[in-house]
């Protein structure tokens, strides 16, 4: 008959557990904030056993086969440890702590980073996009919940030194190309930025993500390590979150922003809880002009629409389609093997290579705040993310 252990999390940390092959595993969250337990979406042998809500017990995972498999928390960078599966284990297994890999209360400890930096040592990210470093676009990372992230916002910049452009631009040069590259950078006033009042990023570093098998491992570039300079020379959008519009008819709304030669798409983000994407158009539609590079086209894609259900109904989440949920806090084995943009089909999602896709350019009929129909052909995702958007740890006032 199979045994069942109980792994109890605490104080941000999970215990070692050791079973034999056919053991069934559960998860119980003693913690006061959630947790998940879940492998890398690499893994040979994948499981999400989490989201867990402070009380709530996971859905039990079973494991057959001998063998070492790590897991995390989602929420929690710092938080890991392994499930060992052997031969000779004790008869219902055994779990025990392993020192405290989460250093205790969330707000004070490694959380993760925005897009995966690690940790928030920088307080503010933008995804970055853009041929050259005498102009490129960025896209910042928000928190729902953190007022001082609480902005939607895009924004023109450039790099200030010969030697910064050059380094941006061997980059963007290679076979790298037009893929992710993040811009972290010293707190400041979201604000500022809309009024004029801060002109220059202050102690920015440049990070890409040269490996597709783990895209969120990021690597800084030569030359843009640290303290670099960089001009805000445009402000093409910027909004406050208003966590409760109910307006719209439900498609999914999207802002289009770029030059004649790289363009691109971000989801509008208002009402919680919603979802954050960038990606890069395959070319300029024919709707687009010069005359729109000095701010965004705002549209809405009819085949892709969101639904917001009630809280009464299911924990807080909204339902885009059969393949895709935004969420609070997600059913378990949602993310299988990753969460995607809906402009991209799950068919297309390269597991080997997430941050890749097989097929297209992805057209889709749109329709422009004015009324009139028009074409996009999406080609490239460079960000997304539903984590620190939704779930994003409140930081100390002094941080």
Same mark, same amino acid.
């Given at each position: 008959m199979s045994k069942t252990l109980i792994l109890n999390i605490r104080n941000n940390?999970?215990?070692?557990? !050791?079973?034999? =092959?056919?053991?069934? %595993?559960v998860w119980r969250n003693?913690?006061?904030? @959630?947790?998940? $337990?879940?492998?890398?979406n690499s893994a040979d042998f994948f499981f999400n056993a989490g989201p867990l809500l402070p009380g709530e017990v996971s859905p039990p995972v079973l494991f057959s086969v001998?063998?070492?498999?790590?897991?995390r928390c989602r929420y929690h960078a710092s938080m890991s440890s392994m499930v060992h +599966? #052997? $031969?000779? /284990? @004790?008869?219902?297994?055994?779990?025990?702590?392993?020192?405290? =890999?989460?250093?205790g209360d969330p707000g004070h400890g490694d959380h993760g980073g925005h897009g995966g930096h690690g940790t928030f040592n920088h307080l503010h990210g933008f995804v970055?996009?853009?041929?050259?470093?005498?102009?490129?676009?960025?896209?910042? !990372?928000?928190?729902?919940?953190? @007022? &001082?992230?609480?902005?939607?916002?895009?924004?023109?910049?450039?790099? !200030?030194? @010969?030697?910064?452009?050059?380094?941006y631009e061997a980059i963007r040069n290679s076979s790298y190309g037009d893929r992710r590259v993040q811009i972290f950078h010293g707190h400041t006033s979201l604000p500022d930025i809309r009024d004029g009042n801060t002109k220059v990023l202050p102690q920015s570093s440049f990070t890409h993500y040269p490996d597709l098998a783990h895209p969120d491992d990021g690597v800084a570039i030569p030359g843009l390590e640290e303290n670099i300079p960089v001009n805000i020379d445009? +402000?093409?959008?910027?909004?406050?979150?208003?966590?409760?519009?109910?307006?719209?008819?439900?498609?999914?709304?999207?802002?289009?922003y770029g030059d004649m030669d790289d363009v691109?798409?971000?989801?509008?983000?208002?009402?919680?809880?919603?979802?954050?994407? +960038? /990606?890069?158009?395959?070319?300029?539609?024919?709707?687009?002009?010069?005359?729109?590079?000095?701010? %965004?086209?705002?549209?809405?894609?009819? $085949?892709?629409?969101?639904?917001?259900?009630?809280p009464k109904l299911i924990q807080r989440i909204a339902f885009v389609d059969n393949s895709f949920h935004?969420?609070?806090?997600?059913?378990?084995?949602?993310?299988?093997?990753?969460?995607?943009?809906?402009?991209?089909?799950? #068919? /297309?999602?390269?597991?080997?290579?997430?941050?890749?896709?097989?097929?297209?350019?992805?057209?889709?009929? +749109? %329709?422009?705040?004015?009324?009139?129909?028009?074409?996009?052909?999406?080609? &490239?995702?460079?960000?997304?993310d539903t984590r620190l958007l939704n779930h994003g740890v409140f930081l100390p006032d002094n941080a």
């Open positions: 940390a999970f215990p070692m557990a !050791t079973v034999r =092959p056919g053991t069934y %595993v003693l913690d006061p904030y @959630p947790h998940s $337990a879940e492998t890398e001998l063998g070492e498999f790590p897991y +599966v #052997k $031969a000779d /284990a @004790p008869p219902g297994g055994t779990a025990e702590d392993h020192g405290d =890999p989460g250093h970055t996009g853009g041929r050259t470093g005498r102009r490129f676009f960025m896209s910042h !990372t928000p928190v729902l919940a953190d @007022p &001082r992230h609480s902005y939607q916002v895009i924004l023109q910049g450039s790099l !200030t030194t @010969p030697q910064h452009v050059q380094a445009k +402000v093409l959008h910027f909004h406050k979150f208003d966590v409760d519009d109910d307006s719209g008819d439900g498609s999914l709304r999207y802002l289009i691109f798409i971000d989801h509008f983000m208002n009402k919680a809880p919603s979802f954050h994407s +960038v /990606a890069k158009l395959a070319s300029a539609p024919a709707f687009w002009t010069a005359a729109h590079t000095n701010g %965004v086209v705002q549209l809405s894609v009819p $085949a892709k629409r969101i639904l917001h259900l009630a935004v969420f609070w806090l997600p059913p378990s084995g949602l993310y299988t093997p990753a969460p995607l943009d809906p402009l991209f089909p799950r #068919k /297309a999602f390269n597991r080997a290579q997430p941050s890749e896709f097989r097929g297209g350019p992805f057209r889709y009929e +749109v %329709v422009l705040a004015d009324g009139t129909g028009g074409q996009i052909d999406v080609a &490239r995702s460079l960000h997304f």
